[in-house]
């Protein structure tokens, strides 16, 4: 036998016995209705769902923390030496065998298993986070992993947030928008918590990744505590160079409300803005702050008309998320009550126009400017 393939036999007989070893130390997949987690797996889909992942999901429930010892292993990354070792397979065609790699598939699967048990996948939380930070298939990035950690809750987003130092700038992002997208989920933080989240991102409002800023911001809005630190790091941002980070920057200063009134003199200056949705969402931020005791009404008001209007001159078809715009500020001139009288016919317009989440708000706000509330108008 020549050395070539005495090499290959050895190779050969070493991977058996491993992989022996491998599959008999497997546990048994949980069954239920006499399926296996690896088959319900397969029907849970999101990109198509129907009848076959709704009973899918049905089943995932069921099964519960019986699911999590399959799940932890389909979302274990390859070792750096798997993966070297099928890259030196790969350069000989003796020995076929190759090692099974994860790939986005069976990650995205068990993602969607972990978003359907919520709670009941907090015992995967480091895996997650793990698979985030030492992802090798693209899976990072569209939104699986933060949507996981997001339902299984506060826990998981504590844990989180030393991915928000990552080197990676997708791995940030992710991060960002999982901790912001968790507290607008979850109702917000408890608010210790909150205050760490604020804590955290708050720096990031000045990463060199105008993705990183723009999400930043939009993040502290969800979050809506903190206001000491967020206030004046969302305040700088409404010089920001990029526009999407400004306008992110004053629809976050709104959700603050009376918490975030040193941004006023800021906010006046944006309403000069050479971009329509920055100007527009300063009007809002504007009225969220103070209310009906806003203050320079005379350029607010037109600013917010527009808005409902769909309005920016030449530049609206560049606009940056006009229909959201149009819902804030059909909430905000509500705000105003008789004060926001001039708005009625663009609500109107709305009302008749508009989505039907857009419409129910213009609606309410309707009602607030025309009929005052007891006790006289304001």
């Not at 992989?19 to 239920?32: N, Q, S, V, Y």
């Not at 999901?57 to 932890?72: N, Q």
């Not at 969402?281 to 702050?289: C, H, P």
Request: charged share 20%; aromatic share 4%; glycine share 10%.
């Amino acid at each position: 036998m020549n050395l070539k393939l005495w090499l290959g036999a050895i190779v050969v007989t070493l991977m058996a016995s491993v992989g022996a070893l491998l599959f008999t130390g497997l546990p048994e997949e949980p069954l239920d209705q006499g399926r296996p987690l690896s088959a319900w797996l397969l029907d849970l889909e999101d990109q198509r769902p129907g009848a076959g992942s709704d009973r899918a999901e049905a089943a995932v429930r069921h099964l519960g923390r019986k699911a999590l010892p399959g799940l932890r292993r389909r979302l274990r990354v390859d070792s750096p030496l798997t993966i070297r070792l099928n890259a030196l397979l790969a350069r000989q065609s003796l020995v076929q065998f190759r090692f099974a790699l994860a790939d986005q598939d069976r990650y995205r699967r068990a993602l969607l298993a972990c978003s359907v048990l919520g709670r009941e996948a907090e015992p995967l939380v480091l895996d997650i986070i793990h698979l985030l930070n030492h992802d090798r298939t693209g899976i990072v990035g569209r939104g699986y992993l933060g949507a996981a950690l997001d339902r299984i809750g506060p826990s998981a987003m504590a844990a989180l947030l030393p991915s928000l130092a990552s080197p990676k700038e997708v791995v940030r992002i992710e991060a960002i928008r999982s901790l912001g997208n968790g507290a607008a989920l979850n109702g917000g933080y408890p608010v210790g918590l909150g205050d760490t989240v604020a804590r955290a991102l708050a720096p990031l409002t000045g990463d060199p990744s105008p993705g990183v800023r723009s999400l930043a911001c939009r993040a502290l809005g969800q979050v809506r505590c903190g206001a000491a630190r967020a206030v004046p790091a969302l305040v700088a941002r409404l010089a920001d160079t990029d526009r999407r980070v400004r306008w992110h920057a004053c629809l976050a200063l709104g959700e603050f409300g009376a918490a975030a009134i040193t941004a006023m003199p800021a906010l006046l200056v944006a309403l000069q803005d050479p971009a329509a949705e920055v100007r527009g969402s300063a009007a809002v931020a504007m009225v969220e702050v103070q209310q009906a005791h806003v203050v320079a009404l005379a350029d607010v008001l037109p600013v917010l008309i527009a808005n409902l209007e769909g309005g920016g001159g030449a530049e609206s078809g560049a606009r940056l998320g006009v229909g959201q715009l149009r819902f804030y500020t059909a909430g905000a001139v509500g705000l105003l009550g008789p004060l926001g009288r001039a708005a009625v016919p663009a609500l109107l317009r709305v009302i008749e126009n508009g989505d039907t989440a857009t419409r129910e708000v213009a609606l309410n706000s309707l009602r607030k400017i025309l009929i005052p509330p007891a006790g006289g108008s304001r």
